[in-house]
């Protein structure tokens, strides 16, 4: 075929893709497949080992894990926007198309399953204390009686802690960063959210030997992936890629490479089994 010829043509299937990605994206939703378009993310932009922003870079293992399904999904990593999805604001989001995924650490619940659906679980952690290294007072909530616990409002942690010690003075932060600034000023007594994000926090130079996570998680967190609710065709996406990431080797080699550097061991139960999409 002549040179000029074949150009013609691939002019034209690129203008029929245009055509076909316009038509299919009426509000702006990418096409199967990506096209040329960018897909929305949400994940944490605070929480060492998990979702990290720094500049124009994000670490972490949720940004491993929405990397790889992304890809899987046809989106390079350059039409991947990342947007900070913080705990209160998750369903809101979601709900609100603002992103069309989120992974940070969201654990999947019935009440939130009220509002948005998830894909996974793609990660057991569980709930935990974060207290200075000197405190030798608290050693799980029984302990917490007149203590100032801080949590992020909107998450599991901080309704869960209210009923596992009534008597305790709780202090909701829009982000966990905040709390453990708290902690080291002497502001709160003790830092309450999943083991694994309290690792990651404690493994960071400058707390270098100031905190110890107390080691006796108390419930069991889901980490999914959250999407708009019903939508089971994104979902049946999304769980095809995590299989294939825990099957490739690429899901272990992610957790060792981000949160496992915190010197975290993720407990037995994972990888998890996932659930079925609905
Ligand atoms: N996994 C818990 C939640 O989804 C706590 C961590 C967080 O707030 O992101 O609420």
Do not use: H
Request: aromatic share 8%.
């Amino acid at each position: 075929m002549a040179r000029s010829k074949m150009w013609a043509l691939a002019g034209a299937a690129s203008a029929l893709a245009l055509v076909l990605t316009a038509c299919s994206s009426p509000s702006g939703t990418p096409a199967p497949g990506g096209g040329g378009e960018k897909i929305k993310i949400g994940i944490k932009f605070d929480q060492p080992g998990l979702g990290v922003q720094e500049g124009n870079t994000f670490t972490g293992f949720d940004v491993e894990v929405a990397k790889y399904v992304a890809k899987e999904m046809g989106y390079a990593e350059n039409q991947i926007e990342f947007v900070e999805a913080k705990s209160p604001q998750r369903e809101t989001m979601i709900q609100a198309d603002q992103v069309k995924l989120i992974f940070a650490t969201y654990s999947i619940t019935d009440a939130r399953k009220e509002k948005v659906s998830f894909a996974g679980p793609y990660f057991i952690a569980g709930q935990d204390l974060l207290v200075r290294t000197d405190d030798t007072s608290i050693t799980g909530p029984d302990s917490l009686a007149g203590k100032k616990v801080c949590s992020v409002a909107g998450s599991t942690p901080a309704q869960n802690i209210k009923k596992e010690q009534p008597n305790l003075d709780l202090v909701e932060y829009d982000a966990y960063s905040l709390c453990v600034s708290a902690l080291e000023s002497g502001g709160v007594d003790a830092v309450t959210t999943d083991n694994v994000i309290l690792a990651g926090y404690a493994s960071q130079p400058q707390y270098t030997g100031k905190f110890k996570v107390v080691g006796k998680p108390f419930t069991t967190e889901r980490y999914g992936v959250g999407l708009k609710k019903g939508d089971t065709a994104t979902c049946t996406k999304v769980n095809e890629a995590l299989t294939k990431m825990v099957s490739s080797g690429a899901w272990a080699k992610a957790l060792d490479d981000t949160a496992g550097k915190s010197g975290f061991k993720p407990d037995d139960r994972n990888p998890p089994a996932l659930e079925a999409c609905s």
